[in-house]
């Protein structure tokens, strides 16, 4: 079955940029989102379509997906962003997601 | 205003049946394709199932096939998810997730808030 990889945690400083990595056999070939989870919420998308910002979402958020590795990167990164983060890609009509990355502002 | 709603979680005990509903509104239902992810205490997102917005096309993840039916009735707005043979480790919170396709594939931009099944004797 198909997985992606992602790292379990990346440290950030305010204002700094934080980049998420989300890792995959040809992801390049599909389409990565990735969601933003805080504690006891249910999950919001950031971004679509590899790149894409749904309205709302903060333009310090961005994505890329090329080869093997799609990846998120938060720009001036703000102590409300701090939160798990998760990709996810269809595969054979199934939906995989990636086991989730902690961003944490120090 | 799209807004999902999730309901029937409970306290079940192994080799147990459980029927999630999740009531939809704010859109045109029979339109879209609609999921159930479910999320372990404590762990990450897992994908479970998805119906076609006609209905006429289910997927299954490994781990609930042949136990878990997912099926829904447009004339209601609202999405189900029959699950049989409940194990320790089905115990989760269920959302169900709205795609922004008519069949597989797609976006999850709408979420419910979530329904929480317990399996354990």
């Known amino acids: 079955s198909y997985e992606l990889t992602q790292p379990p945690s990346v440290s950030v400083s305010p204002g700094q940029t934080a980049s998420i990595t989300c890792s995959g056999d040809?992801?390049?070939?599909?389409?990565a989102c990735w969601y933003q989870q805080k504690p006891g919420q249910s999950p919001v998308l950031v971004i679509f379509?590899?790149?894409k910002r749904p309205s709302g979402i903060p333009g310090r958020f961005s994505g890329s997906n090329s080869g093997n590795t799609a990846t998120l990167t938060i720009s001036g990164t703000q102590a409300m962003d701090e939160a798990d983060y998760y990709c996810q890609a269809w595969d054979s009509s199934a939906g995989v997601f990636g086991p989730g990355t902690r961003v944490t502002v120090l | 205003e799209v807004q999902l709603l999730e309901s029937g979680g409970d306290l079940v005990q192994p080799g147990g049946s459980l029927r999630l509903s999740c009531a939809a509104s704010?859109?045109?239902?029979?339109?879209?394709?609609v999921s159930w992810v479910r999320q372990a205490p404590g762990k990450g997102l897992e994908w479970v199932s998805g119906?076609?917005?006609?209905?006429?096309?289910?997927y299954y993840a490994d781990s609930v096939k042949g136990r878990f039916t997912i099926s829904r009735d447009n004339s209601k707005n609202t999405l189900y998810l029959q699950m049989n043979s409940l194990r320790a480790e089905d115990t989760a919170v269920y959302y169900c997730?709205?795609?922004?396709?008519?069949?597989?594939?797609?976006?999850?931009?709408?979420w419910g808030q979530g329904t929480l099944v317990t399996v354990s004797s």
């Open positions: 040809k992801l390049g070939d599909k389409y």
């Open positions: 119906i076609s917005g006609s209905g006429g096309s289910t």
């Open positions: 704010g859109f045109t239902f029979n339109s879209y394709a």
């Open positions: 997730a709205k795609q922004d396709v008519g069949n597989t594939g797609g976006t999850f931009h709408y």
């Open positions: 379509q590899d790149s």
